[in-house]
């Protein structure tokens, strides 16, 4: 019989996987019809969708605490807090939305939902297959190094843009505004935060790799 439980993770994955499919389709159709041209207004045209998605996954973190899905706590929680950030930043800075970085940032961001969640359904479908398992455990971590590098990339190219707001800001608020840490810096000092944060969930996650694959291998032996 069907558990509260499992029909709540089965919709929510389902949700996530129906969101990051309708992302992609209409970033690649545009890019399609439009060409270059369509790099400029993605972030308009799929960025509700995109923060809705990825302000529910902040859910995963309470799933895996609650034993809810088997998973990694610490990757997970770098992966969840670094796209939230950036995309708020994102929001924040009209001006960097137009950028391509920021369309590719998009794409590879959907990849690897789009490698996670299908997995996770036939799972929860008892119908797991082992070439999900291997795309989702081994394609995954590459294409998750170079979504963070690419994250990397979007907040240097934001640091022009973050600058003038932040002057004017405190220029326009008196001196209690100056014992606040300035917003470049703060930028700047993310960056290392991310590459090593980024650094360990790829560690656990190759740890994760193995695990699962030797639990498939000595499944299929009995």
Not at 6 to 20: A, K, R
Not at 23 to 34: K, V
Not at 97 to 118: A, T
Request: aromatic fraction near 14%.
């Amino acid at each position: 019989m069907l558990s509260f439980r499992l029909l709540y993770i089965f919709s929510y994955n389902l949700f996530q996987f129906c969101g990051h499919t309708w992302i992609l389709a209409n970033t690649i159709a545009r890019f399609l019809m439009f060409g270059k041209d369509a790099l400029a207004d993605t972030f308009y045209s799929v960025g509700f969708v995109m923060s809705l998605c990825q302000l529910l996954s902040i859910l995963e973190l309470f799933h895996i605490a609650d034993g809810i899905e088997r998973a990694r706590l610490f990757p997970r929680f770098i992966q969840v807090v670094e796209k939230n950030l950036l995309l708020i930043m994102v929001i924040m800075l009209e001006e960097i939305q137009s950028k391509p970085v920021v369309c590719v940032q998009l794409f590879l961001w959907n990849i690897l939902d789009l490698l996670r969640y299908p997995h996770e359904l036939l799972c929860l479908m008892q119908r797991p297959s082992i070439t999900m398992l291997w795309t989702r455990y081994t394609l995954w971590i590459p294409v998750y190094v170079l979504s963070a590098a690419t994250e990397g990339v979007t907040i240097y190219q934001a640091l022009p843009y973050v600058e003038p707001k932040a002057s004017e800001s405190s220029s326009s608020v008196n001196s209690t505004v100056s014992s606040q840490p300035h917003l470049p810096f703060a930028l700047m000092f993310y960056l290392p935060v991310l590459t090593l944060g980024a650094s360990a969930a790829v560690w656990q996650l190759l740890q994760e790799r193995q695990h699962h694959l030797h639990k498939w291998n000595k499944m299929k032996k009995k």
